[in-house]
């Protein structure tokens, strides 16, 4: 595969600053990194996001729009106004680059992309690089969230072939779509360690005229490489692997990469990995009488705590930032992605199942309400992210972290007020920065700031423990809680007046099915009915502007338009795998949180979709996408790595056991099966790649538990036996609401329902696994009794 580069020669064998970040091996903890690129050894790279930018030269001529200009997506609108003769992913940019025999120059982004949006001030708004592109290229420009078909695709090769990977994510490619050179991030011109994005059109345009033949023929032979590297397939092995064994590797892989001071499992930057939480937290549960599940649920714990001390939460708004570019958890990428928020949520809201520690729900309740604020569409729809650069003042240049830094000259201002009874003279400002780690010098090191926008600026973290802060000056905890929750607050109404970062106001069907979950998970955990319609209204939106009737397929993607209105592309952009599996799991959450049947009902009709749309009845196992929708591309992939956001087939993998356990239908227990059996070799090689999908076979290899409360829904009675369920952490089990109806959509399902009886006309639990179910219990203490069993 490494050949691909080869026929550059002296022309161009990318450096490791042009190719993205520094090879990591396949299968670590976290593929990231790759989110980003980094310059060079010598310069290191902030990492970040920057929305729709104002231009900011002193005057500029009127510019003409390129075609992008008719497009919703906020990524593709942001280079509307470049020079370059972009097109969108399509036929027509393909059948021009056959037309005229020129290779496609394909870039893919993200709209909070920070070193998208460098390329794009450096490069694609520069006219001698402009005119280069549309004289020589055809030029193709994707958002990866509206087509993370043809993301993974193409990354998948720049991967292969650099060692790195990263966005912006460059790639040439042939005019049949086969992928010849590739990189992320490159610099305008040539530098010391650097090769400059105009010698490199250069040096490919020349190859191109010069050694078509071989860049073809070397191009097939990359992507027949890389159609056998990136095969998944049951072969002929008929079974899964050991449970056992693969919880075991992939515990091990994580206590040897884990930090014991500050939690964690890399050592800069630092990311959430929520699907690693979710592992610990199961493998506490199944080992919990053992060391390794003590630690398990010791190193889960610890994490989510630092970090929600650390700057990478916005202590002032709520929310977290996308990671953190040290060790500590300080001082962040200030960029805000929906499906972080949303898996956070759900991490945080099973941290206080396990521990009963109210600083996790606080945190939690916390996030939920940044969302609600920051996030959320009038109609119930989630918004795809928020911004990392905003301008300090309005007309002033974009710098990243603006919004979220302060200086102590700032808060001082802010809060001047005396605090009474401390034990030195003391303000409300100098408790703040003293709890929250702010300095005159500001806390932000040089090495982290290498533009220097940030000197003297600060991010708040906490230091100290309230009880810690309260002993320095001699005052009462609860005090002191207060004085800081009146501070925040008045740091909060104050930067409401800051130019604010631009929202990426697209919605994706996926993000929404993730934040659906997190609404309905965390309102069932901390009996918060209010959460849990916002999870209700979610499912509502995506029901009404992402799904369509007639065929039964979701939709990608819809865009806020003017005046609350819902708009879509024109032809619309189907869903992917993911959605489908990240909404079906939102369905299910929302059904155990609400007891309304519906959900379950379409959760089911919209796994029937997904089964006919991607799986894959030769191998086992989903396809990302379907075959008409990536038709044309070199490779129809199959996702095998939880990274931000958990593989679309683990996810599926437990849609399909809980399904399988509200209806009995054996055709899902069967497709678990096959799938758990594809991803076989993967599991076994690197388990720590695919920890979600570990714990589905886990749960497989286990026994469901089906849990099920006969009484009526609004009965007191009925809603302390949900409330005790949903009090537990019990990853392996469906909770079902059996109200005596024998025609009931559930009754028809499972038969046996209607044999369960409530025990002297009250709300009565059963608990039943293999088809045999407990004593009826009419008590919460008892029900809880048997549940921690």
Known sequence: VLGARAWLGRGLLLPRAARGLPARRRGSSSRDKDRSATV?????????????????SPSVPQKVPNRLINEKSPYLLQHAYNPVDWYPWGQEAFDKARKENKPIFLSVGYSTCHWCHMMEEESFQNEEIGHLLNEDFV???????????????????????????????????????????????????????????????LRIREQWKQNKNTLLENSQRVTTALLARSEISMGDRQVPPSAATMNSRCFQQ??????????????????????????????????????????????????????????????VGQGFHRYSTDRQWHIPHFEKMLYDQAQLAVAYSQAFQISGDEFYSDVAKGILQYVARNLSHRSGGFYSAEDADSPPER????????????????????????????????????????????????????????????????????RYSLELTAARFGLDVDAVRTLLNTGLEKLFQARKHRPKPHLDSKMLAAWNGLMVSGYAVTGAVLGQERLINYAINGAKFLKRHMFDVAS???????????????????????????????????????????QESSWLEWALRLQDTQDRLFW?????????SEAELGAGLPLRLKDDQDGAEPSANSVSAHNLLRMHGFTGHKDWMDKCVCLLTAFSERMRRVPVALPEMV????????????????????????????????????PNKVLILANGDPSSFLSRQLPFLSTLRRLEDRATAYVCEDQACSMPITEPCELRKLLHQ
């Not at 060079?40 to 920057?50: C, Q």
């Not at 879509?568 to 959450?589: I, K, M, Q, T």
């Not at 290899?701 to 369920?725: E, F, N, R, S």
């Open 40 to 56: 060079s050894s010598s310069v290191p790279m902030p990492i970040g996001g920057k929305g729709s930018r104002t231009n900011c």
């Open 139 to 201: 030029s193709v420009k994707v958002d990866r969230e509206e087509r993370p078909d043809v993301d993974k695709v193409y990354m998948t090769f720049v991967q292969a072939t650099s060692s790195g990977g990263g966005w912006p994510m460059n790639v040439w490619l042939t005019p049949n779509l086969q992928p010849f050179v590739g990189g992320t991030y490159f610099p305008p011109e040539d530098g010391l360690t650097r090769v400059g994005f105009r010698t490199v059109l």
């Open 254 to 315: 994580l206590d040897e990469g884990y930090d014991e001071e500050y939690g964690g499992f890399a050592e800069a930057p630092k990311f959430p990995t929520p699907v690693i939480l979710n592992f610990l937290f199961s493998y506490w549960l199944s080992h919990r009488l053992t060391q390794d599940g003590s630690r398990a649920q010791q190193m889960a714990l610890h994490t989510l705590k630092m970090m929600a001390n650390g700057g990478i939460r916005d202590h």
């Open 395 to 462: 007309g002033m240049r974009p710098r990243e972290g603006a919004f979220y830094v302060w200086t102590v000259k700032e808060v001082q201002n802010l809060l001047p007020e005396p605090v009474l009874d401390a034990t030195e003279p003391l303000t409300s400002g100098q408790l703040l920065m003293k709890h929250y780690g702010l300095t005159e010098a500001g806390n932000i090191s040089p090495s982290q700031d290498p533009k220097g926008e940030l000197q003297g600026q600060n991010v708040l973290t906490v």
């Open 552 to 594: 039964g397929r979701l939709m990608r993607t819809c865009y806020a338009g003017p005046g609350g209105t819902v708009e879509h592309s024109n032809p619309p952009c189907w869903g992917f795998l993911e959605d489908y599996a990240f909404v079906v799991r939102g369905l299910l959450d929302l059904y155990e949180a609400s």
């Open 616 to 624: 894959d009845s030769q191998g086992g196992g989903y396809f990302c």
């Open 695 to 730: 714990r589905a076979l886990s749960a497989h290899q286990q026994t469901l538990k089906q849990i099920v409360i006969c009484g009526d829904p609004q009965a007191k009675d009925t809603k302390a036996l949900l409330q005790c369920v949903h009090s537990i952490y019990i």
